[in-house]
């Protein structure tokens, strides 16, 4: 074996994660540089599934993206040992473990009364096992861009779940939310990661949603505020499913061919618009 000071390895961290890998980062140096960076990989508990990867090193900092599916898409804890050889051949080992866990849970069921969605089921994330996990439920598509709902928690009572992942019970979810779509719409509901990982389908549904045949109420239109350049027009909007858009067409007296139309918005629980006089 040939003399000399070993390689160094530091700040070794998971770098990046998402449902499918993780990356694993650590800083190497070595006074007759390093030559190579191998990880032996294998998930806690079951050595006989280890395997060796070759890292990236660029800079003194090497890297490996470890896919989950050579493991079979294990969630829990990993071990990692990481070795760095110089050119020397003197090498240095070091140990490093990392929990890997994708929130669980299952949308139970689904319901639709008069354009109100209900959603029933339970999730959780074991990188958070004593927290309630939030969800958003998506209505119509599975990017959330049509009709996105958040703020869902789920924090009621399911001793089922608790006893099967040994844990409080409180990750069970029965929510109700307002959608201003129709007819036959699926309903995506996403458990919102914690830890390493990202978010989670846990469920998607078919239901049929009857059309809004009741139109918005507006009261109390007036202008506000106004100065040399601007008037602000505010009013009152309601309706049974949820306003969507608020829009105001305006033109000058005699002039309607003139008239623009402007977007409202919606400030402290009014409609408002302000519209430019130039």
């Known amino acids: 074996s040939s003399e000399g000071e070993p390689p160094s390895i530091t700040d070794t961290r998971v770098e990046s994660s998402d449902s499918k890998s993780f990356t694993v980062a650590c800083n190497v140096t070595a006074n007759r540089r390093v030559q190579s960076v191998k990880m032996a990989v294998w998930p806690e508990n079951k050595h006989d599934q280890l395997k060796w990867y070759d890292a990236s090193v660029s800079e003194n900092v090497a890297k490996l993206t470890i896919p989950i599916a050579d493991f079979g898409n294990y969630n829990g804890k990993y071990v990692i040992h ?3 050889y110089d ?3 003197n090498s240095v080992g070091y140990p490093f473990e990392t929990t890997f866990n994708q929130p669980a849970g299952v949308l139970e069921s689904v319901w639709e009364t008069d354009g109100t969605i209900r959603v029933r089921g339970w999730a959780l994330d074991k990188d958070a096992i004593d927290e309630a996990l939030e969800l958003h439920a998506y209505v119509g598509d599975p990017t959330g861009v049509t009709d996105k709902h958040e703020g869902i928690i789920a924090d009621l009572i399911r001793e089922d779940v608790g006893k099967a992942f040994s844990c409080d019970p409180y ?4 929510a109700e939310f307002k959608t201003f779509m ?3 719409q699926d309903i995506y509901v996403y458990a919102i990661n ?3 990982g990202e978010n989670v389908l846990i469920g998607k549904k078919t239901v049929t949603i009857s059309e809004d045949t009741t139109a918005p109420v507006i009261n109390g239109a007036d202008v506000v505020s106004s100065d040399a350049e601007s008037f602000t027009v505010a009013c009152d909007v309601s309706d049974n499913r ?3 858009e608020v829009k105001m067409f305006v033109w000058p007296d005699d002039n309607q061919d003139a008239g623009i139309w402007y977007t409202a918005e919606a400030v402290d629980g009014q409609i408002t618009a302000t519209i430019p006089i130039a």
């Open 82 to 84: 990481i070795y760095a």
């Open 194 to 196: 914690k830890g390493n």
């Open 87 to 89: 050119f020397e051949n």
């Open 171 to 174: 990750h069970g979810f029965d």
């Open 182 to 184: 129709t007819g036959t």
């Open 242 to 244: 949820g306003v969507g």
